[in-house]
């Protein structure tokens, strides 16, 4: 074996290890965050609509951020972008802490810091994705995504325990300082990340000169048509944006509604029933990372319609009288099993985009994708949280569920599979 290969195949070893590290502690520290801002939220004010605006607030500011920073990232350093990013992520954290320990927790300067964050969170993930064939050997990609999809659910699995009990001992603030510590370390792994340079098309002298706006309107029109000339990806992204504005949004509010604010769970009960749930993800990572899957959208196909139907069934302790231990039991089996289905949904995708986007087009499709598929999340997050508020479950879930199997059976039909097939298939043997 040639020194060079030697020497390569060390520093993927070396950012498999830092990268994953990376995800683990980032991942904790982020539920730990979200569980205390969620059942604090819940807990006090008794609103699903107040908690379906913080959600709202992050999904506005992935859709103004995305198409913009999509285009830094496929010109710039990633690794430069990230660090900096996760920097001001940092930041966002310690003005937040001050603000409560000097003036206590105020509902609208929360939505303030998540606003922040909202421009900061999204684009550091989106860049991550954009990089992963620059950290990784890119036909391990589909088994790196299951190993971090396992490190990411195994938290999921034990960071919601973890972060109930916690919450019955100690204050917000100490949970948002734990979350801080643990981004802090996050930043200082990825220093260490090795990025492999790809090929981009020479910068031309007017892109310097280029006013920034013109600039990234261009190159999101460049990224828009790339995907236009691509039948799949283009179906991809109206997949995602319908499914969520009805899915994604539903599913973003009502656990904790039910489990809180219907049924009055402590903490360490919704620590419990989000444990449960994550032991599904971790069980479908884990097929996934040992499985080859030939043709990804299949899969996606199936897991859709599984979800719709299983969807429909998450509400029925609010109008089955059972005590509280039946009501933990059925309703983690439920989210044990859409959490299983949904990693079948997001790996599978995830692994053909990673494979059939061009390198240097990856930061603005990514972008474009996130963007466009969120566009109308915070519209169908707030009707939700508002229909919540009025205690309309059952209808709601119904009808979510009617509409997700209809677009997955129209936009991913027989013909759209075959052809990802042969798509997927010809890049795996480039």
């Known amino acids: 074996m040639e020194p060079a290969s030697i020497c390569k195949r060390c520093y993927i070893m070396r950012n498999i290890f830092i990268y994953f590290a990376s995800v683990l502690v980032l991942t904790t520290g982020g539920l730990i965050y979200n569980f205390a801002i969620s059942y604090y939220i819940l807990d006090v004010t008794k609103s699903p609509l107040l908690f379906s605006i913080n959600t709202v607030i992050m999904s506005v500011g992935t859709i103004i951020s995305l198409p913009i920073m999509g ?29 409560i320990y000097i003036y206590g927790f105020n509902i609208y300067f929360l939505f303030f810091i998540t606003a922040i964050r909202s421009f ?18 890119e036909d391990k990609i589909q088994n790196i995504l299951g190993q971090v999809g396992t490190i990411r659910t195994t938290v999921f699995l034990l960071g919601p325990l973890i972060a109930g009990v916690i919450y019955g001992f100690v204050t917000l603030e100490t949970m948002i300082l734990i979350f801080l510590i643990l981004q802090f370390i996050s930043l200082l792994l990825n220093f260490f990340l090795v990025f492999d340079e790809y090929e981009t098309n020479p910068i031309k002298e007017h892109e310097d000169k280029e006013n920034i706006i013109k600039y990234v309107v261009r190159k999101n029109k460049e990224a828009f048509k790339y995907i236009e000339k691509n039948d799949v990806l283009w179906r991809i992204i109206l997949l995602a944006m319908i499914i969520n504005s009805v899915g994604a949004a539903s599913f973003s509010v009502l656990p904790d509604t039910i489990m809180i604010k219907e049924l009055s769970f402590d903490p360490y009960y919704v620590g419990i029933a989000s444990s449960i749930m994550g032991l599904g993800s971790l069980l479908a990572t884990l097929v996934l990372s040992r499985l080859k899957l030939n043709n990804p959208l299949k899969a996606m196909k199936i897991a859709f319609l599984v979800l719709a139907i299983v969807m429909t069934t998450f509400t029925l302790p609010v109008y089955v009288n059972m005590n509280n231990i039946y009501s933990l ?12 289905t949904f990693q079948f949904v997001s ?9 059939s986007i061009d390198n ?8 474009l994708l ?19 508020e009025m205690k309309i479950y059952f209808s709601a879930n119904l009808f979510s569920s009617i509409i997700v199997i209809i677009v997955a059976s129209l936009l991913l039909n027989n ?6 097939k042969t798509i997927y298939n010809n890049k795996i043997q480039l």
């Open 71 to 99: 285009t830094f990232i496929d010109k710039y350093n990633r690794k430069s972008i990230i660090i900096f990013l996760e920097g001001l992520s940092c930041l966002s954290l310690i003005l937040l802490l001050t603000y």
């Open 120 to 137: 900061i969170v999204p684009v550091v993930s989106n860049a991550f994705d954009a990089s992963l064939t620059q950290l990784f050997n």
């Open 329 to 340: 039991v059925y309703l983690s089996l439920i989210g044990l099993t859409m959490a299983f």
């Open 347 to 355: 790996i599978p995708m995830m692994s053909y985009m990673q494979k």
């Open 360 to 367: 240097q087009f990856k930061g603005r499709v990514f972008s």
């Open 370 to 388: 996130n963007t466009l598929g969120n566009v109308l999340l915070p519209i169908g997050t707030l009707i939700f949280g508002a229909l919540y």
């Open 415 to 420: 013909s759209v599979i075959r052809k990802s």
